[in-house]
Every structure is written in C-alpha cells, then in structure tokens.
C-alpha cells in the first residue's frame, strides 16, 4: 500500500472518530430536548432489549419536552420503568396516549457533571485518533518498498492529519462545553 493510500484510509477512520464523538457529545444533556438524549436508553419489551427509538417515535414539540409515542400501547409502561431506572434525570408522565418528559433546567452541579463527562467523552476520541496514527505510522515502517525518507515524510504526514482531527474535536468540545454551560 502506497503512503497516499495510507494516509486516506487514516484520514478515513480519523472521520469516522470525530463522527462516533459528535454522536456521543449530543447524548450529553444540555438545558434543551433533544431526541439524541434517549438514544442510550433501552426498553426490555417482550423479552427483548430494543432501543427506546424501535418501540416508538420520539418528538421534540417544544424546546423542553420530549414526547414518546409508543407504537404499541403495551409497551408503555416498560418504558416508563426504563425512563425511571435510567440515569436521565427525567420523570415521566404518561396521558394513555404518549409519554411526555418535560426537561427541567440543570442544576450548576448537574452541569459541571456533564462537563466532566464530556472530557471523559472527547479524551477517548484522541486517544482514538492517537491510536490510529500509531496504526498508520506502524504500518508505514513495515514497509518494506518505502525508503527511510519515504517514511519519515508520511510520518509527518500523519501527523498532520491527526493534528488536523484533534484541533477539529477540540473545537467541537468547546462548542458543546458552551453549550452545556449555557444559563
């Protein structure tokens, strides 16, 4: 494999990292509704575990309410318990028909919790990319068609791409730590 098809496929996966740590960051509760807050809560619906999403439909009528519509009004309360034992903070209130959860303003405590996990969150993303570029520069000193020069340029070039990645996470972290600590 040539140093350019090296690079593309790090370059690929590095995406792929920013992309899984976007995904994680909009699981993180900021004072607004968001669908992607239930995206890590599972309902046990007859004998299975099914995300809450695949038992209803999540909708989001205002900036402070979630409302779940389950497709089969017997699931109901298997969600509502699962809404209960999860570590949303949210109580539910159930009309017969949906599931509404009305998002309460954090709490100065709750949100420093948040924060840190989103630290924790955005940590694991570099170490990621990190991994790759390991990966990558591994690859590319196994080599053996490649001259020392060959590889000490595609090392550098690596290394950009996992500048590049890092600056744009951190960039997202900042935007989402603002976010959570917006009053």
Known sequence: ??????????ETRMKKSIEAAQHDFATLRTGRAN???LDSLKVEYYGQTLPVNQVG????????????????????AAIEKAIMKSDLGLTPTNDGNVIRLAIPPLT????????????QKAEAARVSIRNIRRDANEHLKRD????????????????????KYIAELDALQKTKEAELLEV
């Open 1 to 10: 494999m040539s140093i350019s098809d090296r690079l593309r496929d790090a």
């Open 35 to 37: 669908p992607a807050l």
């Open 144 to 163: 053996d068609d490649l001259t020392d020069d060959d590889v000490k340029r595609g090392e550098k070039d690596v290394q950009k791409l996992a500048d």
């Open 108 to 119: 100065e405590e709750r949100r420093k919790d948040f924060v840190k996990q989103l630290h």
């Open 57 to 76: 439909g999540v909708t989001t009528p205002d900036a402070r309410m979630l409302v779940i519509q389950p497709w089969d009004k017997g699931a109901m």
